[in-house]
């Protein structure tokens, strides 16, 4: 169990997550654009993350499929809009099928990313706007909160292991 706390809170139609960890924001930032680290730790616990496309620059497209133990799939199309390493990430993320089309009737957020130094460390603010309270309600209910701090849970527990190594 990590010792490190997700923070969350909604201000207007953003969901609005902070997270500190005990490496530096060049090797974090490291971890969202890296195929071969982010199957690693991107996902929910006991989920398990392909990436089938990873395009990290504007226009670039990032496809991916998680799947949970149960061998439920959740496929994601993100396409980068600001690729300022290692200062931020600005993506359009979308849920979708196979073959990367968006799925009709799931919200289409805007994510933005910013690492900044914290002492030795960094912190991420993740910043996904919606175009509606409907939206952000869906994504709430469907335990986004949750998944993602175990996804913070599991990145911070991956760097643990990183400088182990």
Known sequence: MSAKKTISRVEGLELIM???????????YSMF?????????W???????TVYKMEVKPGGVWHYCM???????????????????PDRLVYVDAFSDEQGNEVT???VMLITLDFSSEGP???????????TQEELQKIIDMQAVEGM?????????????????
């Open 18 to 28: 902070e997270r500190s960890f005990d490496a530096p924001k060049e090797r974090v």
């Open 33 to 41: 654009i890296e195929p071969d680290h982010i199957v690693r730790w």
């Open 43 to 49: 996902g929910p616990n006991g989920w398990e993350t």
């Open 67 to 85: 799947r949970s133990p149960e061998g439920q799939e959740a496929w994601g199309k993100s396409i980068y809009r600001e690729v300022d390493p």
């Open 105 to 107: 009737g799931m919200p």
């Open 121 to 131: 460390g960094s912190k991420v603010i993740s910043r996904t706007a919606f175009e």
């Open 149 to 165: 701090t175990e996804t913070y849970d599991r990145l911070d527990n991956y760097l643990k292991e990183q400088q182990q190594s």
